[in-house]
């Protein structure tokens, strides 16, 4: 009681976040939940503003990683916050606690993303628009005629109008005259003719004009990623979480899949070999090295402040066919004294110890500079196998070995031998990519029937990927596509494969069809767009000169918008694919 004061106001001010979590961390887990119940300022660490409850949930993350040696990351993945990350590590708090596991154990996990890359980037050939007949595509052979009923829905529901009022704009549309007893009511092709390719996205579907008819197709991932999504907010939505799980004991992969020329090598290591090994992050580097630079700090920040006991050995490989060679060693083949290359890799026979950050980056430079990667009419930079690079931690605490493992697979490009332009050599390889992705899809197919066997033994590729797919891992396969209608077909089937992959179920209500979906989705990109050109656009003056009629000129004052010219080229583009769809 404050006498002074004449009130019954405490004498004890409330204690700091800091404080708290000093105290928090000599209080074992079965006494912290009382200590809620009892204590109004822990209690209100949790229960008050948004902002104290986000200071509380780190409190008792920071708290998993005093008492239990977990790892905490630094920064919080998407979708994220506190206290969602603290029930995300919460499982694991047993396990460098002595004990006979030696490995985190949950079920086997899989997610699913897909990114588009900007629209036209794929390198064209003279051939890339040629049929079989290698005779020349016309404008034609870009679009679809979209099925009847989908294209009244799409007016209908744009409109909000009849049937009879739909087919009436659906007809007048190229001028001509609607008549409902005439002897055949369909409207002219033209009008019902959708491009092929991309329609519309959001964060987490895709609408697609599938070539053969197939009319529009949605297909749901737990992230779709547009051409403006950098490298950094790609490894924030695919992998940064990954990192954790890795460093808690769970093994963990990343692959991408996708087109010759759609962006995987792109996604995976950067757009040129330096930013693809430079550990030292720049806009530009890659999954492959954002992990490894996270990883690494995050080994010296456990094994300074938290006592863990670290080893970490790298192996990069190749394959091509059924040769598996050695990146870290000139190619040398891996295994063959064995009998079985991928066994060996699995049994570290091609890893190498790594010493810190700088020789990481030497071994990743030397596994870069001997890659098969060779031109294409489709890619300039095209990999020409498969290359896995595969990551082997040991933690050691009180004792206790706890082991974990990181893939990391940029999968050749699956590719149309007319369209990448391959011949000879390349078209040998480009046989021996597509075969490997075959049997890629028949072990995804098999993983989804729950089937007893998986054919992992029909290639090597999966035979090193077998680990991944399944056990107690956790994949995220990312789907790199084009939106261009061209790569129609490419596109399609490498979403399918990632649908397959998740098997995720799509829980839009029944009465919402996939036009409403696709219109809703442009929608909210057109508005999202023109809040970009109103936030970037800004207004100029610059001088222009003309001619005059009597061959005179004169110099003009004039003012010009600038800085959003990206931006409106896709918003013309996106009110393009909306007139489409709704035939205005």
């Given at each position: 009681?404050n006498?002074?004061?004449g009130?019954?106001q405490?004498?004890?001010s409330?204690?700091?976040?800091?404080?708290?979590?000093?105290v928090?961390?000599y209080v074992p887990?079965r006494?912290?939940?009382?200590?809620?119940r009892?204590?109004?300022f822990i209690?209100?660490a949790?229960?008050?503003?948004?902002?104290?409850?986000?200071?509380?949930?780190?409190?008792l993350?920071?708290?998993l990683?005093?008492?239990d040696?977990l790892?905490?990351?630094?920064?919080?993945?998407?979708g994220y916050?506190w206290?969602?990350?603290f029930f995300?590590?919460?499982?694991?708090?047993?396990?460098?606690?002595?004990?006979?596991?030696?490995t985190?154990?949950e079920?086997?996990?899989?997610?699913v993303?897909?990114?588009?890359?900007?629209i036209?980037?794929?390198?064209?050939s003279?051939?890339?628009?040629?049929?079989?007949?290698?005779?020349?595509?016309?404008?034609?052979?870009?679009?679809?005629i979209?099925p009847?009923?989908?294209?009244?829905?799409a007016?209908?529901?744009?409109?909000?109008?009849?049937?009879?009022?739909?087919?009436?704009?659906?007809?007048?549309?190229?001028?001509?005259?609607?008549?409902?007893f005439?002897a055949n009511?369909a409207?002219?092709?033209?009008?019902?003719?959708?491009?092929?390719?991309?329609?519309s996205l959001?964060?987490?579907?895709?609408?697609?004009a599938?070539?053969?008819?197939?009319?529009?197709?949605?297909?749901?991932?737990?992230h779709v990623?547009?051409?403006?999504a950098?490298?950094?907010?790609?490894?924030?939505?695919?992998?940064?979480?990954?990192?954790t799980?890795?460093?808690?004991?769970y093994?963990?992969?990343?692959?991408?899949?996708?087109?010759?020329?759609?962006g995987?090598t792109?996604?995976?290591?950067?757009?040129?070999?330096?930013?693809?090994t430079?550990?030292?992050?720049?806009?530009?580097?890659?999954?492959?090295?954002?992990?490894?630079?996270?990883?690494?700090?995050?080994?010296?920040?456990?094994?300074n402040?938290?006592?863990v006991?670290?080893?970490?050995?790298?192996?990069?490989?190749?394959?091509?066919g059924?040769?598996?060679?050695?990146?870290?060693?000139d190619?040398?083949a891996?295994?063959?004294?064995?009998?079985?290359?991928?066994?060996?890799?699995?049994?570290?026979?091609?890893?190498?110890?790594?010493?810190?950050l700088a020789?990481?980056?030497?071994?990743?430079?030397?596994?870069?500079s001997?890659?098969?990667?060779?031109?294409?009419d489709?890619?300039e930079r095209?990999?020409?196998a498969?290359?896995?690079t595969?990551?082997?931690?040991?933690q050691?605490?009180?004792?206790?070995?706890?082991?974990?493992?990181?893939?990391?697979?940029?999968?050749?490009?699956s590719?149309?031998?007319?369209?990448s332009?391959?011949?000879?050599?390349?078209?040998?390889?480009?046989?021996?990519?597509?075969?490997?992705?075959?049997?890629l899809?028949?072990?995804?197919?098999?993983?989804?029937a729950?089937?007893?066997?998986v054919?992992?033994?029909?290639?090597?590729?999966?035979?090193?990927?077998s680990t991944?797919?399944?056990?107690?891992?956790?994949?995220t396969?990312i789907v790199?596509?084009?939106?261009d209608?061209?790569?129609?077909?490419?596109?399609?089937?490498?979403l399918r494969f990632?649908?397959?992959?998740?098997v995720?179920v799509?829980?839009?209500?029944e009465?919402?069809s996939?036009m409403?979906l696709?219109?809703?989705q442009?929608?909210?990109?057109?508005?999202?767009?023109k809040?970009?050109?109103?936030?970037n656009?800004?207004w100029?003056?610059?001088?222009?000169?003309?001619?005059?009629?009597?061959?005179?000129?004169e110099?003009?004052?004039?003012?010009?918008?600038?800085?959003?010219?990206?931006?409106?080229?896709?918003?013309?583009?996106l009110?393009a694919?909306?007139?489409?769809?709704?035939?205005?």
């Amino acid at each position: 009681r404050n006498e002074n004061m004449g009130t019954n106001q405490s004498c004890f001010s409330k204690p700091s976040p800091d404080l708290l979590f000093v105290v928090l961390q000599y209080v074992p887990w079965r006494d912290i939940a009382p200590m809620f119940r009892v204590n109004r300022f822990i209690h209100s660490a949790l229960m008050g503003t948004p902002e104290d409850r986000e200071r509380g949930w780190l409190m008792l993350a920071k708290n998993l990683e005093a008492q239990d040696k977990l790892h905490v990351p630094r920064y919080l993945p998407a979708g994220y916050n506190w206290q969602s990350m603290f029930f995300h590590l919460w499982p694991a708090r047993n396990l460098f606690q002595p004990g006979d596991n030696a490995t985190s154990e949950e079920k086997f996990s899989i997610g699913v993303a897909a990114r588009f890359r900007p629209i036209g980037t794929p390198p064209a050939s003279d051939d890339e628009n040629s049929d079989e007949d290698n005779e020349p595509a016309s404008a034609d052979k870009k679009v679809m005629i979209l099925p009847l009923h989908q294209k009244l829905q799409a007016i209908r529901s744009y409109h909000k109008c009849t049937v009879t009022e739909a087919q009436k704009i659906l007809w007048s549309g190229k001028g001509n005259k609607y008549d409902p007893f005439a002897a055949n009511a369909a409207p002219p092709e033209d009008i019902a003719a959708i491009q092929l390719g991309l329609v519309s996205l959001s964060d987490e579907q895709v609408v697609v004009a599938t070539p053969g008819g197939g009319g529009l197709r949605d297909f749901k991932f737990n992230h779709v990623l547009d051409h403006r999504a950098s490298q950094e907010s790609t490894f924030n939505h695919t992998t940064r979480l990954l990192i954790t799980d890795f460093l808690n004991g769970y093994n963990c992969c990343v692959f991408c899949y996708g087109q010759t020329g759609s962006g995987k090598t792109h996604t995976m290591f950067g757009p040129d070999p330096a930013s693809s090994t430079a550990l030292k992050i720049t806009r530009h580097s890659g999954l492959l090295p954002r992990l490894c630079a996270e990883v690494m700090a995050a080994l010296d920040d456990r094994a300074n402040n938290l006592g863990v006991e670290v080893n970490l050995g790298v192996s990069c490989v190749e394959v091509f066919g059924d040769d598996i060679t050695n990146l870290l060693e000139d190619h040398a083949a891996i295994g063959t004294w064995r009998g079985t290359a991928a066994r060996a890799v699995q049994e570290g026979r091609a890893r190498v110890a790594v010493k810190d950050l700088a020789h990481l980056q030497e071994l990743l430079e030397k596994a870069e500079s001997v890659k098969r990667i060779a031109a294409t009419d489709m890619n300039e930079r095209s990999s020409r196998a498969h290359s896995i690079t595969f990551l082997r931690l040991e933690q050691r605490v009180n004792q206790k070995l706890v082991t974990s493992e990181f893939v990391l697979a940029d999968l050749g490009g699956s590719e149309q031998l007319k369209k990448s332009g391959a011949t000879g050599e390349r078209k040998q390889e480009a046989t021996q990519i597509n075969l490997g992705l075959l049997a890629l899809n028949s072990c995804i197919e098999a993983l989804n029937a729950s089937r007893s066997h998986v054919p992992y033994q029909n290639s090597k590729l999966t035979s090193l990927l077998s680990t991944a797919l399944g056990g107690n891992s956790k994949t995220t396969v990312i789907v790199t596509a084009s939106p261009d209608p061209q790569h129609a077909t490419e596109t399609a089937n490498s979403l399918r494969f990632g649908e397959g992959c998740g098997v995720i179920v799509n829980l839009a209500k029944e009465n919402v069809s996939t036009m409403e979906l696709a219109l809703k989705q442009l929608d909210a990109q057109i508005e999202e767009t023109k809040g970009l050109i109103e936030q970037n656009e800004r207004w100029e003056s610059k001088r222009v000169a003309r001619k005059d009629a009597f061959d005179g000129e004169e110099t003009l004052l004039v003012t010009v918008p600038v800085g959003a010219e990206e931006e409106r080229e896709t918003l013309e583009l996106l009110l393009a694919r909306r007139r489409q769809l709704i035939g205005a």
